[in-house]
Nanobody, 119 residues
Framework: QVQLVESGGGLVQAGGSLRLSCAAS????????MGWFRQAPGKEREFVAA????????FYADSMKGRFTISRDNAKNTVYLQMNSLKPEDTAVYSC????????????WGQGTQVTVSS
């Protein structure tokens, strides 16, 4: 069992930056692929980024490449999402998730943290 708690969301102006954190409980954190997803009001949840257990493989949604960076610190049981050059369309609830593989899906989800980008 893995429990996930996100933090770091807030209100930022367009062009600004935020760093989200996702703290995980459970001794097997380091064995999971970790992902970030977001959901804007009235829209479906969309994939943002993912990182394998070792950090050896990283995946990004095309619209986030070059602006967002995912990283993890297995010693701290934490995964991060650095978001730069934020746009109003990045406004959403951002959630982290844990799974055995990015390709087979995610089993555990956090509650999410709100990110609001003003124009």
């Amino acid at each position: 069992q893995v429990q996930l708690v996100e933090s770091g969301g807030g209100l930022v102006q367009a062009g600004g930056s935020l760093r989200l954190s996702c703290a995980a409980s459970g001794r097997t954190f380091s064995s999971y692929t970790m992902g970030w997803f977001r959901q804007a009001p009235g829209k479906e949840r969309e994939f943002v980024a993912a990182i394998t257990w070792s950090g050896g493989r990283i995946f990004y949604a095309d619209s986030m490449k070059g602006r967002f960076t995912i990283s993890r610190d297995n010693a701290k049981n934490t995964v991060y999402l650095q978001m730069n050059s934020l746009k109003p369309e990045d406004t959403a609830v951002y959630s982290c998730a844990a799974g055995r593989s990015h390709y087979t899906g995610y089993d555990y989800w956090g509650q999410g943290t709100q990110v609001t980008v003003s124009s």
